[in-house]
């Protein structure tokens, strides 16, 4: 099985950095990585040139155009490109570790999307993280204990690993709490439900509209919990300005018993055609 790994960025090169280094550093080789790139400056794509060089798998950059908020958008780009079986969506801020591809890939089931978790670093972790000494990637998992200890990241239960069991199967209905931040999803359940709805503008929920629609088609929840967790660097809250309109958004297609985005991923798909 060959995975697609969509990373979400918007003007934050340090951060992606380190999240291109996790990538690079993966055991498993069968993926290729494709940045989705929400409208940053040209720095971005300098980045992702220079790193696509002596990257070990393919690196592509997908930009559009900087019109606000619009990660759906992004991530729909790039996935209208992505060539592998299995998609899995992370942020440009959450850094995997080595074994992040290889662990979705033990979930991976077919009629079933992967919700894994992230662990989330503090201010000043971050900051000493961003200045490359040592990469988190080389960290060791009783590293990360001592770092839970000093209280540089929130939790540390959730780097243990437990292989795949029924438990992960327990609500294969709740769409809460599924975020894009850490989602693996056949590339064929995503195009049946046509991907993000590109009608959420501004943070909040377009991942929740996801997993609604993914549940809807058929497509059931499995815990990545203790698997997957990828560590996530601290920044300032985003502009929640426009969260009354997607929870608004939200509503409506629980509402409803709409199964596909009506502006989605059919529209790039429809474009390389």
Known sequence: MKASVIVTTYNRPDALALVLQGL???????????????????????????????????LAHVWQEDSGFRAGAARNRASAQATGDCLIFIDGDCVPLPDFVTR???LAELGWFVAGNRVLLSEAFTAHALAQSPPLYQRSRWQWLWDRWQGRINRWLPLLQLGDANWRKRSPQRWQG?????????????????GFDEAYAGWGHEDADLAVRLIRHGTRRKDGRF???VMHLWHRENDRSQLAENVQRLEQILSSSRIQAQQ??????QHDA
């Open 24 to 58: 690079a550093a993966q055991h498993d080789r069968d993926f290729e990585v494709l940045v989705a790139d929400d409208g940053s400056k040209p720095d971005t794509a300098r980045l992702v040139q220079d790193m696509a060089r002596s990257f070990p798998v393919p």
């Open 104 to 106: 979705h890939k033990q």
């Open 178 to 194: 599924a975020r894009t931040c850490n989602l693996a999803v056949w590339r064929e359940d995503f195009v049946a439900v046509n």
């Open 227 to 229: 698997a997957t967790a």
């Open 264 to 269: 989605g991923l059919s529209q790039y798909l």
